[in-house]
């Protein structure tokens, strides 16, 4: 089974045990009837903000969505054996690369993402706060009304009820650590 249908297996159950139809669970969400039905049926794997979203809706932290095994502490990610697996349709320009896949008890998701230069990402908001570091290249940071950019060293903590967006600056991509905690 996929990443997108093991994903959308999983929505379903917790929203079914929930008792909710996917009509509710797109209005706590926020999102449309057709982005939920087409995760629940492996069509489509959400970008993080609106798996975030989907995550806390079910009462269920983003882990319990991404992961597949349980890892001893502590758990150590090897930039060999790093792999694509919160890649997004609707977010073709971000790749994602999980870090903490097997710590079943984080309270966090620490996350190496790279991003493409073209950016068409909306606009996110969700519950909890986002810390970046810039491996390379540059990001341009949307926070609200006001953008920032940040260069390789440079880091940013904020909170990510504020809406943002974080996209790659010029014609090379960037390379960031990010680490998103959503409160339980």
């Known amino acids: 089974m996929d990443e997108a249908n093991k994903l959308g297996f999983r929505v379903r159950t917790y929203r079914e045990r929930l008792g909710i139809t996917q009509e509710e669970l797109a209005e706590r969400t926020g999102t449309n009837i057709n982005l939920i039905k087409n995760i629940e049926e492996g069509k489509e794997y959400p970008a993080v903000g609106v ?9 269920q932290r983003l882990g319990t969505f991404t992961d597949d095994l349980f890892v001893k502490d502590p758990l150590i990610t090897r930039v060999s054996e790093r792999t694509e697996e919160i ?18 008890d984080r309270h966090m998701e620490p996350l190496y993402m790279k991003i493409d230069p073209k950016c068409e990402e909306a606009i996110s908001s969700h519950e909890g706060e986002e810390f970046i570091v810039v491996l390379s290249g540059k990001i341009e940071l949307t926070y609200g009304k006001e953008k920032y950019v940040l260069g390789q060293g440079d880091s940013t903590y904020y909170n990510s009820l504020v809406p943002h967006r974080v996209c790659a600056v010029g014609d090379c991509p960037a390379e960031i650590f990010a680490v998103v905690y959503v409160p339980f």
């Open 87 to 104: 890649s997004a349709e609707r977010a073709p320009d971000y790749h994602y690369f999980p870090l903490g896949k097997g710590k079943t």
């Open 51 to 59: 798996l975030i979203k989907i995550s806390r809706a079910l009462g």
